[in-house]
């Protein structure tokens, strides 16, 4: 079974620009939840899909978008991107069906390093 | 709000030392417990997890246990080896897909 994949798994962009990144979920797998990671603040959540749906959102500024599609691939967008975005944004995904569920394991992806100069 | 508290790192460890990374988490309720690992260039992999009080996670020889009184789910392994050099996350979850994760702790082993 193919895991998680990430798409690009680089990415150099300068600030002012907008960026986005996707994830393919392990097949069968409906919701997707990122994660920033940075040395500093490790990882942050940023949000979850769920059947096309934003369920949990972190944080995060409204520059941090994201959609999923009917198929379950999620991609994620940054607008306006400032020098604190680069960073490794992760992508997982899960079976979970219900958000009342207490444990659902997440499967990881590579990830995609963000530079921003 | 929830949170999860982990050991600083770097951590140095000679092959066959035992490992203690301490991992202490605040939340309301009843979280389930997680710990992951990363490798180089990779994604998070799931080590193993807890999901109620007493618990014990186990995997690869790692162990951990969710100590409701202490509020701590610290990860130990008797004897450490080169392979296990990587980035250590602890992590909870109350509800859903929402992850509250450590700051990681880099581990690395000599031989």
């Known amino acids: 079974k193919a895991g998680v994949t990430q798409t690009p798994r680089y990415l150099i962009k300068t600030r002012g620009q907008q960026v986005t990144l996707s994830c393919s979920p392990i097949s069968g797998h409906r919701s997707v939840s990122w994660y920033q990671q940075t040395p500093g603040q490790g990882l942050q959540f940023l949000f979850e899909y769920f059947s096309e749906t934003q369920r949990n959102k972190g944080n995060f500024p409204g520059r941090f978008s994201g959609r ?31 958000s009342e569920s207490s444990y659902n394991e997440q499967f990881f992806g590579p990830g995609t390093r963000l530079t921003v100069l | 709000g929830d949170s999860v508290t982990q050991m600083e790192g770097p951590v140095t460890l000679s092959e066959e030392a035992f490992l203690t990374i301490n991992c202490t988490y605040t939340a309301t309720g009843y979280p389930s417990l997680f710990w992951y690992v990363q490798y180089p260039g990779e994604g998070l992999q799931l080590l193993l997890k807890a999901t109620k009080a007493d618990d014990k996670g186990s995997n690869k020889g790692f162990e951990a246990t969710y100590r409701k009184e202490t509020t701590s789910f610290h990860l130990e392994k008797g004897s450490v080896q080169v392979s296990d050099s990587a980035v250590y996350f602890c992590a909870l979850s109350r509800s859903g897909n929402q992850f509250y994760f450590g700051t990681g702790t880099s581990l690395t082993v000599i031989p």
């Open chain 1, 68 to 98: 999923q599609f009917s198929n379950s691939r999620s991609e994620m967008n940054v607008s306006t991107l400032e020098l604190g975005d680069s960073a490794l944004y992760l992508c997982a995904s899960s079976l979970a069906t219900t």
